[in-house]
């Protein structure tokens, strides 16, 4: 929640002075203050308690001018309000942000107000990752600039090698300095494109910027592990004698923890955020068709035995919702805050999974796309099929693959990872006992 009010700064130069009025912002704990223009105020001509001007007695012409203030502190009040709207509405968002938004939503001819353009109308097409991208890295070269918005006409090789060796020195890892320079480099094109800054011939500002992802540490699990952890038993666990209730819980939202996950592996790789918005409206009779949220790309996976009997694991949780999942519970609340906050419950509970399964290193959502594409290559499916089961082929590639294989396929491929996971676990674990 944040909170808004008005204060007023006092001149340093005495009570006979006017002084400036601010909006004080306050979001988890961080205070922002941001200096109305044209509201200057007497020390008596403020009542802080009440928060509202206080009008001198006789004095028509003063009167008049504060009467014109309070209907612009009104509207500016109203705008703030606006803005927190909608970044709560976006999910996780700093004082920051609605600083930031509110200094820039006029002025497209700054770094800020332009990129808050381009979010806007990348979330109205639900390319929120995208949006939320862009935002990060503004932020990130705002910082770097002291906190001052850049207009888009000072964006120069200087100014962008500075940031650069800022970022890396600053400890930062090479994808990471990368993922700032490929978004502010995509922000930039646009500016250019839209003609909202003009570019001399000789001036390219992300010239000799490396924005490529180097290769890291593999996500995916080895089938060995996917084994191990299809293994875990949590079912028998509350039924033992001497658990406590704390216990008996942990257990119950491990269990929900390992039903997600294996959904998304069982379901050829499932994102989160795919299952998450997961409608029962996306499933008939036996076919479960939903549009990839990144992508748009449509995808049909056959429900098999394991996938039917998660989703009928949270059949009576779910009894009221148009979702196949309780991870978005709350109408009245912000889909998007609910999803973020259930990302993170989920990747807190996979560490902890993890442990129990013997696996040294961090698991996340994320890995359960991985990994079904690294037991799917370890079963020898085509690079092909792998590719569009994941939905990950580029649109030509994406074109010739359809021509090539049907759903029929596909559904045997996912048959053959999920056959592989649990060949060894002993059947152990499974959701519908």
Known sequence: MTSINLVLRRSSRGREYRGSLCLRLIHNRRVKCVTLPGCRLFAGEWDVRLQKIVYPAGDFRRTRELERMELLIDREVEVVRGLVSR??????????????????????????????????????????????????????????????????????????????????????????????????????????????????????????????????????????????????????????????????ALCRSLLRCWRYFFFCVFARGMSWVDMAYLRKENIRGEVMRYCRRKTGQLIEVRLTHELSAIIDAFADEVEDSPYVFPIIRDEGKSAALQYESALRTQNNRLRRLAELAGIDRRVSTHVARHSWASVGKEEDLSTHVISESLGHASQETTLIYLALLNNRVLDEANERVAMAIKRSSGGRGRPED
């Open 87 to 248: 970044l709560q509405g976006r999910g996780i968002y700093t004082v920051d942000d609605v600083v930031g938004l509110y200094r820039g939503r006029r002025d497209c001819g700054m770094l800020l107000g332009f990129t808050e353009v381009l979010a806007d109308a990348l979330e109205r097409e639900n390319c929120r990752r995208t949006a939320r991208a862009y935002r990060t890295a503004v932020r990130g070269l705002i910082g770097y600039n002291g906190g001052m918005d850049i207009p888009l006409k000072h964006i120069s090789p200087a100014l962008v090698r500075g940031f650069e060796k800022y970022l890396r020195e600053g400890g930062r890892l090479p994808n990471t300095v990368a993922f700032y320079m490929r978004n502010l480099r995509a922000i930039y094109n646009k500016a250019v494109a839209s003609g909202s800054v003009v570019v001399r011939r000789d001036e390219r500002p992300f010239a000799g910027i490396s924005t490529a992802v180097a290769r890291t540490m593999k996500r995916a699990l080895s089938l060995e592990e996917l084994q191990a952890l299809h293994a875990l038993d949590f079912e028998r666990l509350p039924a033992a004698g001497g658990m406590s209730k704390r216990q008996i």
